[in-house]
């Protein structure tokens, strides 16, 4: 069973920078990509970025293009979303999954499809 674990949110203030991690345990080669993830309090789960661990090809969301960047260290079983510029908007829990989409684009497009799902880091944008 494959299970994510993220760490690196925190509060930071509006143009600060933040890195979180997803580091991947567990026995399962049954996915191709890793996504990141956001809720917002009264809102639902959207893609903010995924990547492919079999080309490295990459989608972002329209509201992070520019700012964010998703990269991984397969030696490590880790996906990385270095955010700069952060805006009180970013305001969320992030969530990595993993799945096999068939691009990463869809991965990011339809959220409820993610065979695994880490438990969430808070990022808060405040002045």
């Known amino acids: 069973q494959l299970q994510l674990l993220e760490s690196g949110g925190g509060l930071v203030q509006p143009g600060g920078s933040l890195r979180l991690s997803c580091a991947a345990s567990?026995?399962?080669?049954?996915?191709?990509?890793i996504g990141w993830f956001r809720q917002a309090p009264g809102k639902e789960r959207e893609g903010v970025s995924c990547?492919?661990?079999?080309?490295?090809?990459?989608y972002y969301g329209d509201s992070v293009k520019g700012r964010f960047t998703i990269a991984t260290d397969n030696a490590k079983n880790a996906v990385y979303l270095q955010m700069n510029n952060l805006k009180p908007e970013d305001t969320a829990v992030y969530y990595c999954?993993?799945?096999?989409?068939?691009?990463?684009?869809?991965?990011?497009?339809?959220?409820?499809?993610?065979?695994?799902w880490g438990q969430g880091t808070q990022v808060t944008v405040s002045s």
């Open positions: 990547i492919s661990i079999r080309d490295g090809s990459t």
């Open positions: 567990g026995f399962s080669r049954d996915y191709t990509a």
């Open positions: 999954a993993a799945s096999t989409p068939r691009t990463v684009q869809v991965m990011c497009s339809y959220t409820s499809f993610q065979d695994y």
